[in-house]
């Protein structure tokens, strides 16, 4: 997740935004991955998050702010596991919609929801994953340089754990910006500079990391890894271009269990992993930087590469599967979009583009488009949200509503989209007209880009530096 930027802005960064890393830090940072994780001692700065809960009442109450870079594990004298699951990147199922029994309240009765507790991040876009009352979320702490992945009450916002690790990153729009995924078991996450690591989900306790650089000649994308960890059974996949394009890794003990080929030496995105059936095979879906390619689930094999979706400047949006082999792409700097589609024919996959549409019509230049009741919702160039059928026609668009580069969701029939300044709008799920249902004032923005999470009757959102559970139950 990345903002927009001018040319000159763009070309700037591609100058200085890599420096190279002093032979020092170059030492210590192998020392501290090749002796484990490393607890930092407190930082004198303020601390990476500091807990703020409402006036409204609740059943514990947090902790004294932790200093930065500090790894602990809190266990709370007394757990309510709040409902909800949305455990990775676009929830349950990678469609970035819920239908679920909940009583919602999309209304606000002409305010806005409340917000049951909010923490204060280091910047970033990095957003939570929810399960078994826990909330996960990666951050970055500048004082001590030092990635942390956290792990919060559902129910309260008090802190459990947190396991932080030195890196060091400088300040390129915000640091932190992907999503953990989250098992029973395990906590996976990838780090800005693609540090690959699991822990014990309930505790923090560190199980195995990767330094994906080192190890398979990743290349850090611009900005920074965007890219979502990919959790499927017992193995977690990671798009990582360099040595291989995709890399199957068991959850367990972090053991590599296949690489698929990269004969073009493609490398990562920001793009994230999609899994698709197709002809009765399950494969993976990656938009690397020289195309889109689909890896058997099986053994990592490559199935097939298409090389007309090339992206300039960087690949963002995720494929969105509209089902029987077909695709919708989507991409910013003018890259448009397309229906693709992928088949066998005498035993051979192969993808192909059916039709593209230019960037006027339709153009995600960062979050992944919506398919929900046969037609596609999603933000285009200029940041008006828009309907289409699976046609590329558009059949509404937002108007004076703008968006910006903020996420969106669907649940149960309702649009759910912030804002860059943190306005959250409800709007119907319809393909007939936009109607807006309600919006409110959630977080002081700016940068309200972090994807947002469901769970029970509560949205996580978040903007540049503050993360808040907002409250949705109710009657209408």
């Known amino acids: 997740f990345f903002p927009s930027m001018s040319g000159n802005a763009r070309l700037s960064l591609k100058i200085y935004a890599w420096p190279a890393v002093v032979a020092a830090a170059g030492i210590a940072a192998l020392g501290w991955w090749i002796y484990g994780f490393v607890a930092y001692p407190p930082a004198p700065e303020r601390p990476l998050g500091i807990e703020e809960f409402p006036t409204r009442p609740t059943t514990t109450t947090a902790q004294p702010p932790v200093s930065a870079g500090t790894s602990f594990y809190n266990p709370p004298k007394s757990f309510t596991a709040a409902p909800g699951l949305w455990p990775w990147f676009r929830g349950p199922d990678h469609t970035n919609v819920l239908q679920d029994t909940a009583n919602l309240n999309f209304s606000w009765n002409g305010g806005a929801p409340s917000a049951v507790w909010t923490v204060n991040l280091g910047e970033g876009y990095a957003a939570p994953a929810v399960r078994n009352g826990r909330v996960y979320v990666i951050d970055y702490d500048q004082a001590g340089q030092a990635d942390a992945v956290r792990c919060f009450s559902l129910a309260t916002g008090e802190e459990i754990w947190r396991q932080s690790y030195p890196a060091v990153v400088k300040r390129n729009h915000g640091m932190s910006r992907t999503i953990p995924a989250v098992?029973?078991?395990?906590?996976?996450?990838?780090?800005?500079?693609?540090?690959?690591?699991?822990?014990?989900?309930?505790?923090?306790?560190?199980?195995?990391?990767?330094?994906?650089?080192?190890?398979?000649?990743?290349?850090?994308?611009?900005?920074?890894?965007?890219?979502?960890?990919?959790?499927?059974?017992?193995?977690?996949?990671?798009?990582?271009?360099?040595?291989?394009?995709?890399?199957?890794?068991?959850?367990?003990?972090?053991?590599?269990?296949?690489?698929?080929?990269?004969?073009?030496?493609?490398?990562?995105?920001?793009?994230?992993?999609?899994?698709?059936?197709?002809?009765?095979?399950?494969?993976?879906?990656?938009?690397?930087?020289?195309?889109?390619?689909?890896?058997?689930?099986?053994?990592?094999?490559?199935?097939?590469?298409?090389?007309?979706?090339?992206?300039?400047?960087?690949?963002?949006?995720?494929?969105?599967?509209?089902?029987?082999?077909?695709?919708?792409?989507?991409?910013?700097?003018?890259?448009?979009?397309?229906?693709?589609?992928?088949?066998?024919?005498?035993?051979?996959?192969?993808?192909?583009?059916?039709?593209?549409?230019?960037?006027?019509?339709?153009?995600?230049?960062?979050?992944?488009?919506?398919?929900?009741?046969?037609?596609?919702?999603?933000?285009?160039?200029?940041?008006?949200?828009?309907?289409?059928?699976?046609?590329?026609?558009?059949?509404?668009?937002?108007?004076?509503?703008?968006?910006?580069?903020?996420?969106?969701?669907?649940?149960?029939?309702?649009?759910?989209?912030?804002?860059d300044s943190g306005i959250l709008r409800a709007i119907e799920a319809t393909p007939t007209a936009y109607r807006k249902l309600a919006e409110a004032k959630v977080l002081p923005g700016p940068e309200a880009w972090g994807p947002m999470a469901p769970a029970g009757t509560r949205l996580l959102v978040r903007d540049l530096t503050t993360m808040a559970c907002l409250e949705h139950g109710g009657p209408r």
């Open 183 to 419: 098992t029973d078991k395990y906590v996976v996450a990838l780090g800005p500079k693609c540090h690959l690591y699991c822990m014990d989900a309930l505790t923090g306790k560190p199980l195995w990391k990767k330094d994906l650089v080192a190890e398979y000649g990743v290349t850090v994308p611009e900005w920074y890894a965007g890219q979502c960890p990919f959790v499927d059974g017992d193995r977690v996949i990671i798009g990582t271009g360099g040595k291989a394009l995709m890399v199957a890794f068991r959850l367990s003990d972090g053991t590599a269990v296949w690489q698929t080929p990269n004969p073009k030496g493609w490398v990562m995105t920001h793009s994230s992993i999609l899994p698709v059936t197709v002809a009765g095979v399950r494969q993976y879906v990656y938009c690397a930087s020289g195309g889109i390619a689909g890896a058997s689930a099986a053994d990592g094999s490559l199935l097939w590469e298409n090389d007309e979706w090339v992206i300039n400047t960087a690949t963002v949006p995720t494929p969105v599967d509209l089902g029987q082999g077909r695709l919708f792409l989507s991409g910013g700097y003018d890259a448009g979009s397309g229906f693709f589609r992928i088949e066998k024919t005498g035993g051979t996959f192969r993808g192909r583009f059916e039709k593209r549409l230019p960037s006027r019509v339709f153009g995600a230049e960062q979050q992944t488009p919506v398919f929900f009741g046969g037609h596609i919702y999603g933000v285009r160039s200029g940041g008006q949200l828009v309907c289409l059928d699976l046609t590329g026609k558009v059949l509404w668009e937002s108007g004076t509503d703008r968006f910006g580069l903020g996420p969106f969701l669907i649940w149960n029939g309702t649009i759910l989209a912030m804002t």
